[in-house]
């Protein structure tokens, strides 16, 4: 049966599963259903003929990634499991795979996940932390090596400058980023901030793997891109600049990870990158009631630098919501207990409660 979008989707959410081709930003506002629109788009693209090799969905958590390929699966059957689809380091690591010799890199690689990774650089950074008693925390480091390179900022300056109130002078600051990068290379590792700077390096080195990739990904999908860094939005353009038929999905309101590097901005400047792109505002909130919405965008209005929306809920009844001046977070933490407690002795379940 072919899928129906009148039925199954509202104006807002079917105007962005079925746009036509070129270059499309989402807005999504909280819970307006953003992953079915994103379903629903992978389903249309199938069902106008698109090979499911020739579509890359990137999203940030593979679970993400199965749960909508899955629901397009239930909807237009199983070819989709032909797609690209993952998280951004899940899709470097498939490039470098297949291509490493390219950078240099061993085809056999090993990945280091972050207890690795912090327990190579302690081993690495051994002599220095027996010399300097103030030297930073080996979490703290690894933090702040892996948000330097994030924001697409060179390590070797940017770390130092991190921890230039502490009396440890910055060029063993330096010295320990370079033995860490001479650590991991000499146990074939690379960390999971390596496979995107590799990607990139991939693409910038080897034109004709570039080229590659930008014939066959003719549709590229982008969850949640207001939590994109500057080398996963480097990516997402480099792959998408043939065809250019580049649908992200989004909320500026949303963003919450600048602390591992991503950039609002990329969202922001989406229509100055692309000036022809088609933009879409998901409004329609399934999930919270009209005073939530409105405390919500109350909050938010005084922001210059957004894109202007309005929440309209679906929901119509709901109590109100309030506000509790409390001086501390010892009477917070009271509050919050007796409030609950109130709420169950009225009837309410404790599972009803967040």
């Known amino acids: ?10 104006p807002e959410q ?24 994103l379903t ?17 969905l990137l999203t940030f958590t593979n679970r993400a990634a ?22 951004f380091h899940h899709f470097a690591h498939r490039l470098l795979r297949r291509h490493a010799p390219r950078v240099g890199l061993d085809p056999s690689f090993v990945i280091l996940d972050d207890d690795d990774a912090q327990s190579l650089l302690r081993r690495a950074t051994a002599e220095a932390r027996r010399a300097h008693p103030h030297f930073p925390k080996i979490e703290v480091l690894h933090d702040a090596i892996s948000l330097a390179r994030n924001r697409g900022e060179d390590p070797l ?14 060029e063993v600051i330096g010295a320990a980023v370079r033995d860490y990068t001479a650590a991991k290379q000499a146990v074939r590792g690379v960390d999971f901030d390596d496979l995107l700077e590799l990607a990139l390096a991939l693409f910038e080195r080897a034109p004709d793997v570039l080229e590659r990739y930008r014939e066959q990904f003719l549709h590229v999908l982008v969850d949640e891109y207001q939590d994109t860094n500057p080398a996963q939005a480097r990516l997402v353009d480099a792959v998408a600049a043939r065809h250019r038929n580049l649908l992200v999905v989004g909320d500026d309101f949303q963003s919450i990870y600048s602390w591992r590097g991503a950039d609002y901005r990329n969202f922001l400047s989406f229509p100055q990158r692309y000036p022809d792109a088609r933009v879409v505002r998901l ?15 109350a909050c938010i209005a005084g922001n210059p630098d957004q894109f202007q929306k309005t929440l309209r809920a679906v929901r119509e009844d709901g ?6 001046d409390l001086r501390d977070g010892g009477q917070q933490a009271r509050f919050v207990r007796e409030t609950a407690e109130e709420l169950h002795a009225a009837g309410y379940a404790w599972r009803d409660m967040a």
Do not use: C
């Open 157 to 170: 300056v940017a770390v130092p400058q991190r921890f230039e109130d502490l009396p440890v002078p910055a």
């Open 66 to 87: 199965r749960e909508m390929l899955d629901r397009a699966r239930r909807l237009v059957g199983e070819s989709v499991g032909g797609i690209w689809g993952g998280t």
């Open 14 to 37: 079917r105007a962005a599963a079925l746009a036509p081709d070129g270059p499309v930003l989402v807005i999504a506002a909280a819970g307006t259903g953003k992953t079915r629109t």
């Open 283 to 297: 409004e329609t909130n399934y999930r919270s009631v009209p005073g939530i919405l409105a405390v919500a965008n």
């Open 1 to 10: 049966m072919p899928v129906d979008f009148e039925r199954d989707l509202n």
């Open 40 to 56: 629903y788009r992978v389903a249309h693209l199938v069902e106008r003929g698109v090979p499911p090799e020739r579509i890359l």
């Open 319 to 324: 109590l109100e919501p309030f506000r509790a």
